[in-house]
């Protein structure tokens, strides 16, 4: 397995306690993202979805100047050459953000600065996005000439709707962290000084609570996400065999105890 605790690397990753971080480190590019860097990240997440230790992933950069500026353009420049390198990194894309929407645990990409283009694929594919004032937000293929995958395309309909996604991909144009809040392209709006800590506090209420609920919740809006509608015998057996697990039984206990539950489930 590879070694990404190296905080020189482009992607490293830090464990504090419960809370993962994957941090985006190419400052000097403003994280912008090479065929490298993409192919590293599901093999990042991978190290942090299966440390015990790790409740919460933060997806962050390693500067306030940019959470990431997107794709390396002058790399895009080459590979446009190739169709060798066209293939293989239209891949390294489509993995790398499937595999962070498809953590078990759950992520919040912890935003500061530009997120752009790829940048902003990856904070769309993460479950929640906290950003501070100063943020810009923009998905900018049709001013390259270039079309936005299909996968990111739902991923941002998803969430902001298809008038709206339309609009930002129609233009291109850059949005502040406001007009991203009141969309729904962000969840929560921080200054500069706060974002840190508060995406911290709300990461520790996720590692508080019942880590079989999460994860199996998790797995559920994933699947509404991808398209069902109503049980099917995975789901139903997941509702009943939660009654019988062992967080079920101390959740119960401490509510009628009136204590707070210490909950044991750690997969």
């Known amino acids: 397995m590879t070694d990404f605790s190296d905080k020189t690397k482009p992607i490293y990753v830090d464990v504090d306690g419960s809370i993962g971080s994957l ?16 192919t590293a990240l599901p093999k990042a997440l991978d190290v942090l979805d299966h440390d015990k230790r790790v409740r919460v992933i933060i997806i962050r950069s390693s500067s306030q100047q940019a959470f990431s500026a997107g794709a390396d353009i002058a790399e895009l420049e080459v590979i446009a050459r190739d169709p060798l390198r066209q293939e293989s990194n239209r891949i390294a894309i489509r993995e790398a953000q499937r595999a962070l929407a498809r953590t078990e645990k759950p992520t919040i990409a912890q935003i500061s600065g530009s997120c752009m283009g790829g940048g902003c694929g990856l904070a769309i594919h993460c479950d929640m996005r906290f950003a501070a004032h100063g943020a810009r937000f923009g998905i900018t293929p049709a001013k390259l000439g270039l079309i936005y995958p299909l996968n990111d395309t739902k991923q941002l309909m998803d969430l902001v709707g298809p008038a709206k996604a339309k609009s930002m991909l129609f233009t291109g144009r850059v ?35 019942s880590q079989y609920s999460v994860r199996g919740i998790k797995n559920l809006i994933r699947r509404v996400l991808d398209g069902q509608v109503d049980d099917d015998d995975i789901t139903a057996e997941m509702f009943r065999a939660a009654h019988e697990g062992a967080d079920a039984a101390e959740g119960v206990r401490a509510f009628l105890e009136k204590r707070p539950a210490g909950f044991t489930w750690n997969d």
């Open 175 to 209: 949005l502040d962290a406001e007009e991203a809040l009141s969309i729904g392209l962000i969840d929560e709006l921080y200054s500069a000084e706060e974002l840190n800590q508060k995406t911290i506090s709300f990461a520790q209420q996720i590692a508080g609570v």
């Open 23 to 38: 941090v985006l480190n190419r400052a000097n590019k403003r994280n912008a993202m090479s065929e490298a860097m993409w």
